[in-house]
T-cell receptor, first 112, second 117 residues
Framework: GQQLNQSPQSMFIQEGEDVSMNCTSS?????WLWYKQDPGEGPVLLIA?????ELTSNGRLTAQFGITRKDSFLNISASIPSDVGIYFCAGRRGTSGSRLTFGEGTQLTVNP | DVKVTQSSRYLVKRTGEKVFLECVQDMDHENMFWYRQDPGLGLRLIYFSYDVKMKEKGDIPEGYSVSREKKERFSLILESASTNQTSMYLCASSKSVLLAGGDNEQFFGPGTRLTVL
């Protein structure tokens, strides 16, 4: 199965900085999702995007569904220590509920 | 809240052993999934199931099998564990293939970290 290309692989930032990460694919997706995984836990859904061009916010998080349907980005503003974790993008080509393709993950470290 | 539970958080097995990883969800979800997570590779789908007694291969099914005898339970089986199956295993579930929206996306369990010696 095709992997999504997620970048950067890791980020080391200071508390208060803004963060940006993105996912790209050579194929079109109908849905883009962003998950966060805290250390020792399973991933938790942060934002779901269902329409090309859609821009959605969840608190300090903002994500966009690329207009070409082949990419998505996630921004975190004013980072705090609890933002530490691994962020995954995921895309779906088919109907609702069908299988997802995940990116490789972005490991975020926030220094207080 | 949806709850997806996995039978063990940590497991250590020996090469050649038969290993069972159990996953249970309590929200009557139709779909269940098994992934493995390895550094730099993200989550890779092993098997999934859309209904009781139904299973479909994911991207990396070799060396694994699954069982779904009841709607709420999805088991991953390593017939003869090998060291390259040392990994974090994540189970997920979702409501239905027919529904759209954030509450129909996959919910994950806490994971089982399996070490094969």
């Amino acid at each position: 199965g095709q992997q999504l290309n997620q970048s950067p692989q890791s980020m080391f930032i200071q508390e208060g900085e803004d963060v940006s990460m993105n996912c790209t694919s050579s194929s079109i997706f109908n849905t883009w999702l962003w998950y966060k995984q805290d250390p020792g836990e399973g991933p938790v859904l942060l934002i779901a995007l269902y329409k090309a061009g859609e821009l959605t916010s969840n608190g300090r998080l903002t994500a966009q569904f690329g207009i070409t349907r082949k990419d998505s980005f996630l921004n975190i503003s004013a980072s705090i220590p609890s933002d530490v974790g691994i962020y995954f993008c995921a895309g779906r080509r088919g109907t609702s509920g069908s299988r997802l393709t995940f990116g490789e993950g972005t490991q975020l470290t926030v220094n207080p | 809240d949806v709850k997806v539970t996995q039978s063990s958080r940590y497991l250590v097995k020996r090469t050649g052993e038969k290993v069972f990883l159990e996953c249970v969800q309590d929200m009557d979800h139709e779909n269940m999934f098994w992934y493995r997570q390895d550094p730099g590779l993200g989550l890779r789908l092993i098997y999934f199931s859309y209904d009781v007694k139904m299973k479909e291969k994911g991207d990396i099914p070799e060396g694994y099998s699954v069982s779904r005898e009841k709607k709420e339970r999805f088991s991953l089986i390593l017939e003869s564990a090998s060291t390259n199956q040392t990994s974090m295993y994540l189970c997920a579930s979702s409501k239905s293939v027919l529904l759209a929206g954030g509450d129909n996306e996959q919910f994950f369990g806490p994971g089982t970290r399996l070490t094969v010696l």
